[in-house]
């Protein structure tokens, strides 16, 4: 399976971005996707997660009300939708998948492969 992420950018506060990710490989439609990022000096930290068929999702205090995760399962394909932003929220943004999909994933070590990251600057 192969994860990739894409549409990160440098961004004024206040702005939006929507990031993709794109899985391929020997996979079934039944997995959770999750987002993650890293700040530089910081652990990677949850964003927010989705389950098999986007019925169920996940949100990280910090994301909640500004961010949405959706995906379209034709495609394989999860987004981030992020608007709001803030320079806080500069990071390397990682994509995720698990492959035990039945409910959306907060912590790490519950996710199968990772993308390669996409960076992504909020200037203040």
Known sequence: VQLQASGGGLMQAGGSLRLSCVA????SRSY??????????????????????GGSTHY?????????ISRDNAKNTVY???NIL??????VYFCALALSGTYPRGRENEYDYWGQGTQVTVSS
């Open 60 to 68: 990280a205090d910090s994301a909640k009300g500004r961010f949405t």
């Open 24 to 27: 391929s490989g020997r996979t």
């Open 86 to 91: 803030k320079p806080e929220d500069t990071a």
């Open 32 to 53: 959770a996707m999750g987002w993650f990022r890293q700040a530089p000096g910081k652990e990677r930290e949850f964003v927010a997660a989705i389950n098999w068929n």
């Open 80 to 82: 981030l939708q992020m």
